[in-house]
């Protein structure tokens, strides 16, 4: 099982990029997990679309050749961060290669609420058109407080959050399975 990640953040001591991080080696076991270099693309332009920078060919193959998406959002203005949705937009058009593909989406702020109204938007996009993933229902993996809960290393530390993500990993795991047969109908 192969999945991507697209982190929504390029800061260099991202706590949402530390819990890609500790998600991508708790669960090497079952899941590779291979963060995609979203914050390298340029501003998707829609002069550029047909013939894109490499980096867009690149993330685009490795997106169309994995079994699934894992979302990681920081909220911004209660939003999603323009650096996912940059990536999000080039990845919705010509090739739409998220359109069936498997997601799931996780996200951490130092706020109570842990990323609550950027995944509902994040939902929201997930569901048009051009994207259209086959979004994990349910499991809503909200991160608050996160600076309390992630060590100095980068390890997730707050036992009943690492509990819940695994379940969330599982039920993941078998909805790819799930989503798969609709998925080859199209
Ligand atoms: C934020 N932050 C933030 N947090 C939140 O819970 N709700 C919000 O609406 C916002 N808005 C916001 C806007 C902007 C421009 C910045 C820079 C920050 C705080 C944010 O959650 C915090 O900076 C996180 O640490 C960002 O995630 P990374 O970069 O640590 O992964």
Do not use: C
């Amino acid at each position: 099982m192969k999945i991507v990640a697209m982190v929504g953040s390029n800061r260099s001591d991202s706590y949402n990029m530390q819990l890609a991080t500790f998600m991508q080696k708790r669960y090497a076991q079952k899941v590779e997990i291979e963060i995609l270099p979203i914050n390298k693309l340029p501003f998707y332009n829609q002069d550029d679309e047909l013939n894109p920078p490499e980096i867009v060919k690149e993330i685009r193959n490795k997106i169309k050749e994995s079994d699934g998406i894992l979302f990681v959002t920081p909220e911004y203005n209660a939003s999603i961060p323009g650096v996912l949705k940059n990536a999000i937009d080039w990845f919705s058009r010509v090739e739409k290669v998220m359109v069936n593909k498997p997601a799931m989406i996780v996200g951490a702020s130092m706020g109570a609420l842990g990323t609550v109204k950027a995944q509902l938007q994040l939902r929201q996009i997930l569901n048009s058109q051009g994207v259209s993933t086959l979004t994990l229902p349910g499991n809503e993996v909200y991160v608050g407080s996160v600076h309390e809960k992630i060590d100095e290393n980068g390890n997730l530390i707050d036992e009943s959050t690492i509990q819940f993500i695994d379940t969330v990993v599982d039920n993941f795991m078998n909805w790819i399975e799930k989503v798969v047969i609709y998925a080859s109908a199209y």
